[in-house]
């Protein structure tokens, strides 16, 4: 039997804690073992261990987790503005990483980490763990079967309750500070919606957008898009951190030549909002059974259909040991990563000259 991978995870707040759990299910796996973390906040990493169980090793600083011979691979959750050094300082080190979304405030650095970690060759897989819900995974299918003839296009309604300080004590205050977060709504949350209609549809070639400020933060918290993708599908989506709490929910709706889908998905396992409807001609429309096709999905994966999976972050780390251990590249990638980044791009450089925006001018 193969030994676990030795994460080093470098960052312990908020989002820290699904990863915690995510990383405990799969020690459970025998995939991952948690042997390092990082965080100048001491408290954040007891916060962290409570549930990822306790490390050999506890860090302030980020890149003693890089530079620590016991640790195979990094995990990188802190605020999108320390992930530069970080990641040029994991792909230095030729060490796989799996590092949270968005890769960094403004384009220009992604694009400077895509090139990094693409010319360093080192497996990098990025948290879009969107594409890991089964509901979302059942629409790419039928995409790809042709069942439905080909998609026409979308609207995407992607809403979260504002995650930040001013709304919720002690979280995350750096989302709402331009200078710190790089974008609001749409970069900060849909980037994930970004991910699954480049996905689905694939690359984005225009995007023409608007945005509103709301509740007066430098980063918008409305953001209309209406997207052309090189396929020929287009669509609207249109982004929201809420004031409503308790709520967060993506709704899509894709139209296909002989079909149409309707869904919905929130980011836990199981969550009450999830529902599938799939209308073919000249039938009723067909209300999936979510909990079985859950269930299904996770069985066709190797995993025990009854397990509490709680965050869909699990598969998100599952593929990425399975991808280490076979050796091979993981998704969804830094490649995918400037795909959902150039949309959002897309979206503020038209924002900002209220005219459409040809990603070829990128
Ligand atoms: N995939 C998702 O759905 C998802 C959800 C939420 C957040 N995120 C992303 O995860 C990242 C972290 O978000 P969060 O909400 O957990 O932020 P947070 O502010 O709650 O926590 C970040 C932690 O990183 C620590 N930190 C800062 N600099 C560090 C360094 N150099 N080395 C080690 N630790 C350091 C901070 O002390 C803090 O404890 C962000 O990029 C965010 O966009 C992704």
Known sequence: M???IRLGVIGCGMISQAHAVAI???????????????????????????????????????????????????????????????????????????????LAPTFAVVQELCTAVADSG??????FQSRFHPIIQTLRELIESGELGAPMGYMLRDDQYWPTGAIVP????????????????????????????????????RVYATKRHVFGYSVEDTAALTIEHGSGVIGNLLSVFNGVRGREERRLEVFFEHGAVELTTDFVVGAPEDSLLIQRPDQPAERIDVDA???????????????DYYVYQYFAYRAFALALREGTQTT???DDALRAHSIVEAGYRSCDSRLPFDLGDL
């Open 2 to 4: 193969q030994s676990p």
């Open 24 to 102: 405990r299910f799969n020690e459970h796996d025998g995939l991952v073992r948690c042997v390092a973390a990082a965080d100048p906040d001491p408290t954040a990493i007891d916060r962290f261990v409570a549930i990822a169980g306790e490390v050999d090793s506890r860090y302030s600083d980020g890149l003693d987790v890089i530079a620590d011979p016991n640790v195979d691979a990094v995990v990188l959750i802190t605020p999108t503005r320390f992930h530069r050094e970080l990641v040029l300082a994991t792909s230095d080190a030729g060490k796989p990483l799996f590092c949270e979304k968005p």
């Open 170 to 205: 002690g979280h995350s205050s750096w989302r709402s500070d331009i200078s710190e977060a790089g974008g609001g709504t749409l970069l900060e949350h849909s980037i994930h919606s970004c991910d699954v209609l480049a996905w689905l549809f694939g690359p984005a070639s």
């Open 293 to 307: 096709l859950r269930k299904a999905s996770f069985a066709r994966r190797g995993c025990d259909p009854e397990r």
């Open 332 to 334: 969804p990638n830094f």
């Open 122 to 127: 080192i497996v990098a897989q990025v948290g």
